[in-house]
Each structure stands twice: as C-alpha cells, then as structure tokens.
C-alpha cells in the first residue's frame, strides 16, 4: 500500500455512539519531511497546529510512528527524548508537548490519533506511560501496515471504518504493550529461568508448588523470583499454577466423565470442598454447574 502524495491528514467528527464503542478514531494521517525543511503543523486546524517555540496541549492520545530519520521529542512529563528511525512516541490528553525531525535528517511519520474509555484505561493502568512515551519498536512490516489500513480506510471512510479501524488500532496497542513488557526481559537470564519456572508448574500440576523452592533450583533470590515472575505472566507462581489448574478442570469436565472428587486428586487440591470453591470463584460456575453447562446435560 503506497501513497503518492507526501502530507496527508484528516480530522474526524465522531458521533455519541461510536464513542460508546470505547475506542474511536479521531484522525489520522503521515508526512514526508525532507532534510533542511522547517518542520511545523500550521496547515493543521487551529486546535492542532504549533511551533516549536510554543508546543500544545491535545484533548486526545497520538501514537507517531517514524519510519525514517530521527529528531527529538519533549512534553512536560517526560523532558526531551531522542527519536530515531523505528521509534514511536505517544501523545497523551492535556500534557503539553512538542517534537521535531532533524534539519540533517528530516523524517517520514506516521499519526493516528484516538480517545475513548479504553485508551484511558490503558494509561490508568501505565500500559501507557505519560513519563515514558517513547518507545523503540523497530522498522516492522506488521506495524507499518497497520497504520496503513487505519489511514487508508480513513480516506475512503465507508460507513464502517470507525470500527474496523479500531480493532486495527487495538493491534497497534497490542503490539506497543508486547513490545514493551518483553523488551524488559528479552536477552536477560531472568527470561529464560521464569520460563523454566512455567514449563516446570505446567508439567507438574498435581504437585504442591513451592515457589522458594523453584527458586533454589533456578539459583535466583526468592524475592526476586516472584517479583520479576509477576511482572512477566501477571500472576504470582502460586497463582499461575491455580489459574493452569482451572483450565485443566474445564477440560476434564467437559471431556471426560472423571468424577469432580476424582479431578480434584489429579489437579492436586487439597480438597473437594476447596476446589469447588476455587473453580466457582475463578469461573463464576461450580464444577457440577460447568459440567452441565458445556456436556449439555440434563441437571434437573
């Protein structure tokens, strides 16, 4: 997918129902800046355009993508971060910023610009981080195009972009989050040594866990152990291997006729009583009621 033309943008209106959706769209758009060009957005509408000397303030989240070139960005939250080619930075409502291509360099970038409940709860939950808006992502093809089908189908604007583009942009979000979380991790011993400690509570769900114990045999702290553990899946080891316990009980009681005492002694539980528990805490449904459920039974 190329365009021909070197600045292009769109502002959307978006309508109360499509906001309901919880993420919308509300424009778009990529420029070519060549080396020695001065680099300002004054052919934006008023609440978009600045100068380096003035910077703004947005209602809404950015996410700029540079596929070329390099510069440097600033907002108030964050100071002044150097950008390179294979970076992108975020934008966030209300903080004042302001960025720029290098006259040597100049940059090719890529916007899209966005709101909605969703995104604001990815910041609350520092998915996305007002302090930490750049982001080094690299040049790849699966990114790059999808920023391609969001600015493509904002050209054409069918009557259905606003949510085809959205789950467009979820995966761009998506793949920010990944890139981030396994960025912490990626090359370090501690990745390699919390996937043996998965691969290990996976082949040993019968089993106590214990994970000061799978600590000692990782040859790490136990703190830290659970610490970067957590961090890594979103659970602690006793918790992953609760939550993997629970999914192996919704396959035996959909596919076999293994009594619920009988799953309890091969997940390991220490009880019939605690398992049902768990399992309805975890599913909302005891195991008899899940059983029913999906075996479509008669229960009566």
């Known amino acids: 997918m190329i365009f021909k033309d070197k600045v292009f943008y769109r502002y959307l209106t978006v309508s109360e129902l499509t906001q309901k959706w919880g993420l919308y769209i509300t424009g778009a758009g990529y420029t070519e800046v060549s080396s020695k060009f001065q680099y300002t957005l004054t052919d934006h509408p008023v609440h978009h355009y600045f100068q ?49 291509p290098k006259k040597s360099t100049g940059w090719n970038e890529y916007w899209i610009e966005f709101n909605g409940s969703f995104a604001k709860n990815l910041q609350s939950n520092l998915y996305l981080n007002p302090s930490e808006p750049v982001i080094s992502i690299g040049i790849g093809v699966e990114i790059l195009e999808n920023f391609l089908k969001i600015i493509s ?35 370090q011993d501690i990745e390699s040594q919390i996937r043996q400690a998965k691969s290990y509570i996976s082949d040993n769900l019968s089993l106590p866990i214990s994970p000061e114990k799978i600590a000692i045999q990782l040859d790490i702290s136990y703190s830290l152990f659970r610490s970067q553990f957590r961090k890594y899946t979103g659970f602690s080891p006793i918790q992953y291997q609760i939550q993997l316990r629970i999914q192996k009980a919704k396959e035996m009681l959909t596919s076999t006729n293994l ?25 909302g449904k005891s195991p008899s009621q899940f059983r029913c459920g999906n075996q479509r039974l008669n229960c009566e």
């Not at 939250?77 to 950008?83: A, F, I, M, P």
């Not at 890139?179 to 090359?187: A, L």
């Not at 009594?259 to 599913?283: M, N, P």
């Open 52 to 100: 380096w000397s003035t910077g703004r303030r947005l209602t809404e989240f950015q996410i700029l993508y540079i596929t070329k070139g390099s510069g440097v960005f600033e907002s108030e939250v964050s100071g002044r971060k150097k950008v390179k080619a294979g970076d992108l930075f975020i934008l966030f409502p209300d903080i004042w910023h302001r960025f720029s």
């Open 153 to 187: 189908r904002i050209r054409d604007e069918d009557i259905s972009f606003q949510y085809t583009a959205s789950g467009v942009l979820m995966q761009i979000l998506g793949q920010i989050a990944t890139k981030k979380i396994s960025g912490t991790f990626r090359g």
């Open 259 to 283: 009594s619920i005492k009988e799953i309890t002694h091969k997940l390991g539980f220490e009880s019939t009583f605690y398992f049902s528990r768990i399992f309805k805490q975890k599913t």
